[in-house]
């Protein structure tokens, strides 16, 4: 679990707040998973919107809150989380009503979402080239000295070295871009993990058995996205995609991952380019 410490938190305005309440962004596939459990399990919340777009999550205000500058961040009665897994755990933890965490499971479960918190910067890399277009350098050097001087840069009392990790993507991305090369490695590692949760969709309708658990929640956000960058899943992994659209469809997982018009009009226009040139998802990666 990765509650912060005390001296972890520097806008200390939220260590006072009562209730449950979340930092997150529309579009984040990590907040998305959290408000998918949120409205699963009927629990009433108080929204704090980070627009990542804008650089607010490189703010001495939210950094102050998540030393990371990542969403999501739960806060619950003065409690500070970070890590969207935790998180959910946490929530399924203190409010057991529709359990998504099935009793005598836990530490399996954690494993598993382990596996798919690994993955996290490869849905970025994807994301990246095969959403709308995002510009060549994402983030500005100005925006990342901001993520490097604010924040206590501290998780449960230790130096955080998960911030380099954050950087170095972003230094990297500034610099060469996301290559066909990065795309290639990231794409194929999604396609054996889809290929592993195919297997398991032979023998069941859920990812665990036959109800739904947070592994669904968390899958399904990234199968969701790379459906959006053009995977072809039904011709890859066709009990995957059984699986996929009618629980796509429920309202409590549609309302979270359906985008603006606008936006999602940015994304056909970004593929009909790049199937004009011949630089799909299916192209690059060679799927
Ligand atoms: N392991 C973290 C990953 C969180 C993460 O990387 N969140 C992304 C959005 S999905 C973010 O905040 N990115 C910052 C940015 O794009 O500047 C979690 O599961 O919460």
Known sequence: MVQLFDGDVLT?????????HLFHF?????????????????????????????GENYTKYYLGINPRGLVPTLIINGE??????DIITVLDERFPDHNLIPKGM????????HHEDDLHLDLRTISFRFTQPRGRVPRSAETLQKYRDFGSGRVQGQVDKHKDRELEFWETTADIGITDDAVRISANRFRVAFEELDQKLEVSNYLLGESITVLDVAWIIYVNRLVRCGYPLERLHPNLNRWFWPLREINEFDKELTVSPELQKAVNDHHQLQRETATTLIDVAGL
Do not use: M, Y
Not at 12 to 20: M, P, S, Y
Not at 80 to 85: F, M, Q
């Open 106 to 113: 836990a530490t399996e479960i954690t494993k598993l979402l």
């Open 80 to 85: 500070v989380h970070i890590e969207s897994n």
């Open 26 to 54: 529309h579009g984040s596939s990590c907040s998305q998973k959290t408000r998918v459990c949120l409205n699963l399990k009927g629990i009433e919340w108080k929204p704090h919107e980070i627009d990542l777009g804008n």
């Open 12 to 20: 200390r305005e939220v260590l006072d707040w009562k209730g449950v």
